[in-house]
């Protein structure tokens, strides 16, 4: 079972997302980045575990723009399926995250339900 990323830099936020993929029945072990350039040291170890990856836009370093423009470059990640959960909700920013990543799997603007997060991760991987 792949495992699943979430690039947060908000902890509060990152908490509120593992919760809302635990209690909809997601069995995935979930690895946690504070920003994009931890994420990039996860994937750099644990690349071929990743099955998706969730990530927030705005964040200290590398940016989630930056994080998914440089996923995108890499031939053992760019398949992994990426999903943005942004306050950065506008037609030109998703229309720029489409540009950086061209699998981007979903867009989720904050503030998001967790339904709507659910549908989003459930139409992407399937619940084990």
């Known amino acids: 079972m792949k495992k699943i ?9 990152r908490k509120i997302i593992v919760k ?5 029945g997601f069995k995935n072990e979930i690895l ?6 931890i994420a990039i040291d ?15 836009w705005n964040m200290p370093n590398i940016n989630g723009l930056e ?11 760019k398949g992994i399926p990426i999903i943005m959960v942004t306050t950065e909700g506008t037609d030109e920013k ?5 540009k950086a990543h061209p699998n981007l799997a979903g867009y989720i603007p904050k503030p ?6 659910r549908e989003v991760i459930d139409s992407v991987i399937p619940k084990n």
């Open 5 to 13: 990323m979430v690039v947060e830099d908000s902890s509060v936020q």
């Open 20 to 24: 809302i993929i635990q209690e909809a």
């Open 32 to 37: 946690e980045a504070g920003d994009g350039n």
């Open 42 to 56: 996860i994937l750099s170890e644990h690349y071929s575990e990743v099955g998706l990856i969730l990530c927030d």
């Open 67 to 77: 994080f998914i423009r440089a996923a995108a470059n890499v031939p053992a990640v």
């Open 94 to 98: 998703i229309s720029e995250a489409k």
């Open 112 to 117: 998001f339900t967790p339904q709507k997060l």
